[in-house]
């Protein structure tokens, strides 16, 4: 009696313990997969709840379907088009691709809009038309950072027609010289150095660059990016003084 009972004990136990690994090995997966998403939004910020309101969005297109949006032009115009599909029109934007090791790519899109405007109809309008699934990031709260995080490694990034002069010459140079070093400190837990101030000379620097003859218009020049979250020149206008600007000015 015993060896009859036995058998279907040991096999209802075998049973139970499968059972155990099924659902200690879902469980491994599904935090190794919250993980991965909880890593991604840490790049970029956790995506907005559908009741938050913007006039500024940074779009991710990840894992890019390279057939049907090969450029950065292409992902622009069907962005475009999902903003005009809800009746407005995007004031300015810019849009870059980085390339991925295994030869794919992602894009990222940074939109200025005239007022503030509800964005689930527009990734719903990507997605049902063009197959495209965009993260909206809740990380970036005016254009400029937005506009900064986009085109901070594409060299050949796009922008709208008529869209305001954000490069100066200090950033492109900074940008080239340390974009590695503060990718690696970042991975690595070092917190980032507090961004510096312009100097006099690379304010000169600007001010040839961007042809600019008078204290009038470097004025109105640091007033149309303090406009859309740009402060350094603005910065150094109001705290240097009316002295050092004017030297600045003579020795450009």
């Known amino acids: 009696m015993r060896g009859e009972v036995s058998e279907p004990c040991t096999t209802r136990k075998h049973s139970q313990f499968l059972l155990t690994v099924g659902v200690t090995l879902t469980t491994v997966v599904s935090m190794s997969m919250a993980s991965t998403s909880r890593s991604s939004d840490s790049q970029e910020g956790a995506e907005l709840s559908p009741r938050q309101v913007r006039s500024v969005y940074l779009l991710t297109y990840s894992r890019a379907d390279l057939t049907e949006t090969a450029t950065r032009e292409s992902f622009a115009a069907k962005v ?93 140079r900074k940008v080239n010289e340390m974009t590695g070093g503060k990718r690696r400190a970042s991975a690595s837990g070092v917190p980032k150095k507090k961004r510096a101030r312009l100097t006099p000379f690379e304010v000169s620097e600007i001010i040839v660059q961007k042809q600019l003859k008078n204290r009038l218009e470097l004025m109105a020049f640091a007033n149309a990016q303090k406009a859309l979250g740009k402060t350094d020149l603005a910065e150094f206008i109001l705290n240097r003084g009316p002295k050092c600007v004017a030297a600045t000015l003579q020795v450009s």
């Open 80 to 172: 475009e088009a999902a903003f005009t599909h809800i009746g407005v029109t995007i004031t300015h934007w810019a849009c870059s691709r980085e390339a991925h090791t295994d030869g794919g790519a992602h894009y990222h899109m940074a939109v200025k809009l005239p007022t503030l405007r509800r964005w689930m109809a527009v990734k719903a309008f990507l997605a049902s038309q063009f197959g495209i699934v965009c993260h909206f990031s809740g990380h970036h709260t005016n254009y400029f950072t937005a506009w900064k995080y986009v085109t901070k490694e594409d060299e050949e990034f796009i922008q709208s027609e008529n869209h305001p002069d954000l490069v100066n010459p200090t950033d492109m």
